[in-house]
């Protein structure tokens, strides 16, 4: 799978397919150049701080969430080791296949077997991917961005998809993913159904404090879009742009899905800001939770080293 993603054809072609994407997201901006601008210029400086330390919180969350579902798995690991694997790989994203988001944490995650850390990863973006499709469909009976009454029969799928969680279900899917992986499944997969709809809520949670991180950046702007379809949108954009292998870090996928959606109840414009915002403001989140955790274990380091010294001199 590794060596499919390097071929040189296929970085040809998926490079071409994220260009396009990118295109058909900036055209409203180069189209309406004037508008463009004058849009821009409504935004607060306030209120984009405030969408982004929210966001920053929300990201926090998720190494947490990872470090509990290794206990699962009879792995402890501590918290500060669960930030710096999970922090430190996260930017491993932004590389074409995000193979390297898996290796990162392997590498750095010392106390478990890259087995079981893989194993841990799939089963959070299973997890987690489950709990975006909700929020979509979630979005489509509240008068979201769908409205055709077809769309909203989708609904059916919510108690299926939570059924499918059931640990049966998601070993076969675990086994699936881990084929594509070229990685042996776990065979020890003992998780409660409890626990993995409690991580399911978590998740959901914070797919909608991801969509008012959105809002609060928009805030005060001429731009004005329902907090609903800010969540439902990004959250079924990060799954089609997370499926999508040949872009880093979903990148053109996501956004030109978030466009497409937005497009059938906002204008193009609109559709393609938040498409743009998304990607800077997680490439901001990302790196600046990357430089403040090494700085912050940097320093630690350094106090402790330190005090050793002080106490080896005494």
């Not at 929300?58 to 710096?84: D, E, H, M, N």
């Not at 499918?164 to 993913?177: A, G, R, T, V």
Request: proline share 3%; aromatic share 14%; with cysteine.
């Amino acid at each position: 799978m590794k060596n499919f993603w390097k071929h040189p054809v296929v970085k040809i072609i998926g490079g071409i397919l994220i260009v396009i994407l990118l295109l058909y997201v900036l055209k409203p901006f180069i189209k309406n150049w004037n508008e463009t601008v004058k849009l821009f210029k409504t935004f607060k400086i306030l209120s984009l701080i405030i969408g982004i330390v929210l966001l920053s919180l929300v990201v926090c969350a998720y190494p947490l969430i990872w470090r509990s579902i290794l206990s699962k798995f009879g792995t402890k690991i501590g918290v500060r080791q669960a930030y710096k694997s999970w922090v430190y790989s996260n930017v491993g994203k932004y590389i074409p296949g995000k193979v390297w988001q898996f290796a990162g944490r392997i590498m750095l995650t010392k106390e478990a077997y890259g087995e079981v850390i893989v194993i841990t990863m799939l089963l959070e973006t299973v997890i987690s991917g489950v709990a975006s499709i909700i929020v979509f469909l979630w979005g489509t009976l509240v008068g979201g961005i769908f409205t055709a009454a077809w769309v909203k029969y989708l609904s059916v799928s919510l108690p299926i998809l939570i059924v499918l969680l059931h640990p049966f279900f998601l070993k076969q899917i675990l086994k699936i993913l881990s084929k594509i992986r070229k990685v042996e499944l776990h065979e020890n997969f003992t998780m409660k159904y409890t626990d993995i709809l409690l991580y399911l809520i978590i998740y959901i949670f914070l797919w909608g404090m991801t969509g008012l991180a959105f809002w609060l950046m928009f805030a005060g702007s001429s731009i004005k879009i329902a907090l609903i379809d800010l969540a439902s949108s990004y959250a079924l954009s990060w799954v089609i742009g997370y499926a999508s292998l040949f872009a880093p870090g979903g990148l053109g996928v996501r956004e030109g899905a978030i466009a497409f959606l937005l497009n059938l109840k906002y204008p193009p414009v609109v559709s393609s800001t938040f498409a743009v915002l998304t990607r800077i403001s997680f490439i901001v989140t990302d790196f600046l939770l990357f430089g403040v955790f090494y700085l912050y274990f940097k320093i630690t380091e350094m106090g402790k080293n330190k005090n050793e010294d002080i106490r080896n001199n005494t």
